[in-house]
């Protein structure tokens, strides 16, 4: 099956950095990747549609100028969380969906974040 | 109303028992639709797709209804191991994906 990797599993960083989170489809092209946010006992919450060669597509409420996406390949994205605070610790999941493929989407293990 | 929805739960069955869960959704021109499974503290992992004449994967049974605009998953004989969160997950051709809040099952001995 379509595997998604993503790194780190867990950061544990202090308020006003910069945290990186990279998603990679390791057997398969995505045209498309997602970025979720999931609080806990919550559901998953989209943030973002990142297109491989052209700008993300953010959901309502979601500040592009904080949350930096970049889609470089058809295997890699990568979610920056820029001056970080308290607030933004979370449970951090991408998902890709195979280019030509049916409509099913594969997530990768999550990324915790805790901001201190 | 949201665009799709799942009673939250938990539902609490013994083991063996059958169980099933229903998500409704809004959207008449939602195209594909699945199920997914998220234990705690784990990405979500694809369950089966639900398909228009519906699905059977072992214990598992994926069925639409685009006229009441549900779609339901049944668990026969079920599992210590089947305990977790189900959520149901909606694609209506927007390149975007709809994700219901889950619904949590508890499988007991």
């Known amino acids: 099956g379509a595997v998604v990797s993503q790194h780190p599993s867990w950061v544990i960083c202090k308020s006003g950095t910069s945290v990186k989170i990279e998603c990679r489809s390791l057997d398969f092209q995505a045209t498309t990747m997602f970025w979720y946010r999931q609080f806990p006992k919550q559901s998953l919450m989209l943030m973002a549609t990142?297109?491989?060669?052209?700008?993300?597509?953010?959901e309502q409420g979601v500040e592009k100028d904080k949350f930096l996406i970049n889609h470089a390949s058809l295997t890699l994205s990568t979610l920056t969380v820029t001056s970080a605070h308290p607030e933004d610790s979370s449970f951090y999941i991408c998902s890709a969906r195979e280019e030509g493929g049916a409509y099913e989407q594969y997530f990768g293990p999550g990324t915790r974040l805790t901001v201190t | 109303r949201k665009e799709v929805e799942q009673d939250p739960g938990p539902f609490n069955v013994p083991e063996g028992a059958t169980v099933a869960f229903n998500c409704t959704y809004s959207?008449?021109?939602?195209?594909?639709f699945f199920w997914y499974r998220q234990d705690c503290r784990k990405e979500p992992k694809l369950l089966m797709s639900?398909?228009?004449s519906g699905n059977e994967d072992g214990r598992f049974t994926a069925q639409l209804n685009r006229a009441s605009q549900y779609i339901s998953l049944l668990i026969r004989d079920s599992k210590l191991s089947d305990s977790a969160t189900y959520l149901c997950?909606?694609?209506?051709?927007?390149?975007?994906?709809?994700f219901g809040t889950g619904t949590r099952l508890k499988v007991l001995a």
């Open positions: 959207n008449s021109a939602s195209q594909s």
């Open positions: 990142s297109n491989e060669g052209s700008k993300a597509t953010y």
């Open positions: 639900v398909y228009s």
């Open positions: 997950a909606i694609y209506s051709g927007t390149y975007k994906y709809i």
